[in-house]
T-cell receptor
Framework: AQKITQTQPGMFVQEKEAVTLDCTYDTSDPSYGLFWYKQPSSGEMIFLIYQGSYDQQNATEGRYSLNFQKARKSANLVISASQLGDSAMYFCAMREIYNQGGKLIFGQGTELSVKP | EAGVAQSPRYKIIEKRQSVAFWCNPISGHATLYWYQQILGQGPKLLIQFQNNGVVDDSQLPKDRFSAERLKGVDSTLKIQPAKLEDSAVYLC????????????FGSGTQLSVL
């Protein structure tokens, strides 16, 4: 069974608009963390944002925010005011603290293209 | 602060040959990871070390892949013999621990097996 599911292989957004990238996860571990990484065409993996399972508020980092809905097991990334430099692959990842020794599992990714 | 160092950046070999990748994590990071990323897919965890001990290697094809982390610092990943399907980017990452600490990734080694 997929632990992390990203159902959007590709997304388009107009520059300066907001975009939401979907991520759902599956775990029985009460303690886990959710991460989003960006991978431009250069190949580097860039950390964007983190949400812990016990965090009461949704995480925000500049133009990035995480819409965390624990009951639905979803952790969608919202990028506000998209920029051309946001065009990249975006990966959602989950770390299960107790059950899996803290290993980080990635989804299949969503390719975001920002149009001028 | 120096990042995660990996070498080589690119490697081309023929099938059945052997190859080794090297990774130097960020100083002080106890946890080291090797991921395989096939084109168009998300990274797949091959092996995770905590200091010099293996935490998880459940997805490491142990008949051909091996990895070690001597003295809990540098790590090498070896493939012997390589197959065509091993063509991928091999990413090394490190983190302080395994809680909410983010992973820092190296630039990766792009392997092409012909």
């Amino acid at each position: 069974a997929q632990k992390i599911t990203q159902t959007q292989p590709g997304m388009f957004v107009q520059e300066k608009e907001a975009v939401t990238l979907d991520c759902t996860y599956d775990t029985s571990d009460p303690s886990y963390g959710l991460f989003w990484y960006k991978q431009p065409s250069s190949g580097e993996m860039i950390f964007l944002i983190y949400q812990g399972s016990y965090d009461q508020q949704n995480a925000t980092e500049g133009r990035y925010s995480l819409n965390f809905q624990k009951a639905r097991k979803s952790a969608n990334l919202v990028i506000s005011a998209s920029q051309l430099g946001d065009s990249a692959m975006y990966f959602c990842a989950m770390r299960e603290i107790y059950n899996q020794g803290g290993k980080l599992i990635f989804g299949q990714g969503t390719e975001l293209s920002v149009k001028p | 602060e120096a990042g995660v160092a990996q070498s080589p950046r690119y490697k081309i070999i023929e099938k059945r040959q052997s190859v080794a990748f090297w990774c130097n994590p960020i100083s002080g990071h106890a946890t080291l990871y090797w991921y395989q990323q096939i084109l168009g897919q998300g990274p797949k965890l091959l092996i995770q070390f905590q200091n010099n001990g293996v935490v998880d290697d459940s997805q490491l094809p142990k008949d051909r892949f091996s990895a070690e982390r001597l003295k809990g610092v540098d790590s090498t990943l070896k493939i012997q013999p390589a197959k065509l399907e091993d063509s991928a980017v091999y990413l090394c990452a490190s983190s302080l621990g395994t809680g909410n600490e983010k992973l820092f990734f190296g630039s990766g080694t792009q392997l092409s097996v012909l």
